[in-house]
């Protein structure tokens, strides 16, 4: 049988055309992809959330351009069907138009087939130079977390008409820059929904309410591998309780002599144990 067509940036446009809902999901491992893959996501960001989630950063701003090429790498390896956007770290295309699009191709030659860069019209020639060479990029604006430090924390974005307004220009520079789709982080919800009404590309949502194209959830936060998730997400799973039983389980039977059980080990042939302690007992003489 011959492998699924795989998702194209071309195809996320159709969706929102066709208002059918764009579903992602986080994921920074190759079993984590293949996970989220056979489970029917239409994307998979290898989000530089994975500073907290997977390598025990405090902020997003911690994790290099090596690391994230080390996480898209094991994701592209699953060979998702899925669309594999490589999120690009803080300070990989702030400085200049060069650099964002010397690391934007080391991302696609990881394997990504589109990258993700958080900020609005300040960095809109960066996504025009990265189109222009063929990276398909996708937007991120409202809460953007790189700049947590001169936003005053992770706060809900465009409570206020002034700043509600300025979002929304943030996103059109990013479709007139060329993104194929643009992510809107932690705005209110009516916010979302006019940028979502107003553009041709697709929104993509996260804790910015229900009337976008899509919506993107990080991974640990709906499986329970998150100590404190925030409260736009939903726990699907206990998957933390269900590995620490089976670890502690793991644990006991090792103490108490039941693992490796009957079955799980190889023996030697009768007549090479019988020449082996014969060996035995010469080297012991
Ligand atoms: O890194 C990430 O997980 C993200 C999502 C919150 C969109 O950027």
Known sequence: MSAPRRVTPRDFVKKKQRGERIVMITAYSYPQARIVDAAG???????????????????????????????VRAVARARPRALVVGDMPFMSYERSRSEALRNAA????????????????????????????GIPVMGHVGLTPQRFLTIGGYRLMGKKAEQAAKLLEDAKAREDAGAF???????????????????????????????????????????????????FTRRYADVASVMRRAVESYVEDVRSGRFPGEGMYRRMKPEELEAFRKLLRELDR
């Open 41 to 71: 996501v239409d994307g998979i960001l290898v989000g530089d959330s994975v500073a907290m989630v997977e390598l025990g950063l405090p902020a997003t701003i911690y994790v290099s351009m090596k690391e994230m090429l080390h996480h």
């Open 106 to 133: 080391a991302f696609i030659r990881a394997g990504a087939d589109a990258v993700k860069l958080e900020g609005g019209a300040e960095v809109a020639d960066r996504v025009e130079a990265l189109v222009k060479a």
């Open 181 to 231: 789709a643009v992510v809107i982080e932690n705005t209110v919800a009516e916010v979302a929904a006019e940028i979502t009404k107003r553009l041709r590309i697709p929104t993509i949502c996260i804790g910015s309410g229900p009337w976008c194209d899509g919506q993107i959830i990080v991974l640990h936060d709906i499986v329970g591998l998150t100590e404190e998730p925030p409260y």
